[in-house]
């Protein structure tokens, strides 16, 4: 659904960001970007946890007193829910507050929207094999401290399997919860296997970590921007012959998920 173009407000695009991985703010900049380019904003701004410019810059980034402010982030969870309301001073999903108003988003990777990216993303990684003998593993963290952090994963098994995708299996693996990823092989089954990383960057975990856990590395390497390549797809392993994706969050059109969710923001509640 097209969102209405806002002239006079600004956009507030919240990520992460990382101090060990030079690639994890990549896919925000290049998100705000693409978003920047179609002028449905005044202004466009990414800011950070960890990163520069940090959550605390926000008032400054911008003249505009109208910012709509979305999570890029894969679930709902301790960021959204704790430190990015903490650190913006958001006490709902309309907050005015030092002389500006802010309007609090979903984050991007609770939208339904997210499943066609993820199919894409499958598709473009394993063009020419049979989605029939094929399984689908969709990857994230997993963690004990908030239950949110796998529901958006889970949410998303269920929605491709109720799809016409075709898998003959579709399941979530993680690196901390059970099922592990690192048992990659005993989940499917089926011969061919197609794993995609549900993060937002090509950071510590998708490109450094998980490649360890599923064999295609014997160790974790630099990140990527420097190395040559993403990944030689097909690996064969255990038997199986394995495509490993780069995360959703690289995904061009991820910027039209956060469009989405602005949109929602603004049909729920009446603007």
Same mark, same amino acid.
């Given at each position: 659904?097209?969102?209405?173009?806002?002239?006079?407000?600004?956009?507030?695009?919240?990520?992460?960001?990382?101090?060990?991985?030079?690639?994890?703010?990549?896919?925000?900049?290049?998100?705000?970007?693409?978003?920047?380019?179609?002028?449905?904003?005044?202004?466009?701004?990414?800011?950070?946890?960890?990163?520069?410019?940090?959550?605390?810059?926000?008032?400054?980034?911008?003249?505009?007193?109208?910012?709509? =402010? %979305? +999570?890029? *982030? !894969? @679930?709902? /969870?301790?960021?959204?829910?704790?430190? #990015? $309301?903490?650190? &913006?001073?958001?006490?709902?999903?309309?907050?005015?507050?030092?002389?500006?108003?802010?309007?609090?988003?979903?984050?991007?990777?609770?939208?339904?929207?997210?499943?066609?990216?993820?199919?894409?993303?499958?598709?473009?990684?394993?063009?020419?094999?049979?989605?029939?003998?094929?399984?689908?593993?969709?990857?994230?963290?997993?963690?004990?401290?908030?239950?949110?952090?796998?529901?958006?994963?889970?949410?998303?098994?269920?929605?491709?399997?109720?799809?016409?995708?075709?898998?003959?299996?579709?399941?979530?693996?993680?690196?901390?919860?059970?099922?592990?990823?690192?048992?990659?092989?005993?989940?499917?089954?089926?011969?061919?296997?197609? =794993? %995609? +990383?549900? *993060? !937002? @960057?090509? /950071?510590?975990?998708?490109?450094?970590? #998980? $490649?360890?856990? &599923?064999?295609?590395?014997?160790?974790?390497?630099?990140?990527?921007?420097?190395?040559?390549?993403?990944?030689?797809?097909?690996?064969?392993?255990?038997?199986?012959?394995?495509?490993?994706?780069?995360?959703?969050?690289?995904?061009?059109?991820?910027?039209?998920?956060?469009?989405?969710?602005?949109?929602?923001?603004?049909?729920?509640?009446?603007?």
């Amino acid at each position: 659904m097209p969102i209405t173009p806002k002239p006079h407000s600004a956009l507030l695009i919240v990520g992460h960001g990382s101090t060990e991985n030079p690639d994890s703010s990549t896919p925000y900049f290049d998100h705000a970007d693409e978003i920047r380019r179609r002028g449905l904003f005044k202004e466009v701004h990414c800011c950070f946890w960890k990163e520069e410019p940090s959550m605390r810059e926000a008032w400054y980034l911008t003249d505009c007193t109208d910012i709509y =402010v %979305v +999570p890029d *982030f !894969i @679930s709902e /969870g301790y960021f959204t829910q704790d430190v #990015i $309301p903490r650190e &913006l001073e958001l006490t709902g999903p309309t907050t005015s507050v030092r002389g500006k108003t802010f309007h609090y988003c979903l984050p991007v990777g609770v939208h339904p929207s997210m499943t066609g990216l993820i199919l894409r993303r499958a598709k473009e990684v394993a063009p020419d094999i049979d989605p029939a003998n094929t399984t689908l593993i969709i990857t994230g963290h997993g963690t004990g401290l908030n239950q949110n952090s796998t529901k958006a994963i889970r949410d998303q098994v269920d929605l491709i399997i109720a799809s016409d995708a075709g898998y003959a299996h579709v399941t979530d693996a993680y690196m901390e919860e059970q099922p592990f990823i690192a048992k990659w092989d005993e989940l499917a089954t089926t011969p061919n296997v197609v =794993v %995609v +990383p549900f *993060f !937002i @960057s090509d /950071g510590l975990h998708s490109y450094q970590d #998980i $490649p360890v856990m &599923l064999g295609i590395e014997p160790e974790v390497g630099p990140a990527a921007s420097q190395r040559e390549v993403f990944r030689h797809n097909p690996h064969h392993l255990r038997e199986k012959t394995l495509y490993y994706s780069s995360a959703i969050g690289t995904e061009r059109h991820l910027a039209d998920v956060i469009l989405d969710q602005i949109a929602d923001f603004d049909t729920a509640h009446a603007r």
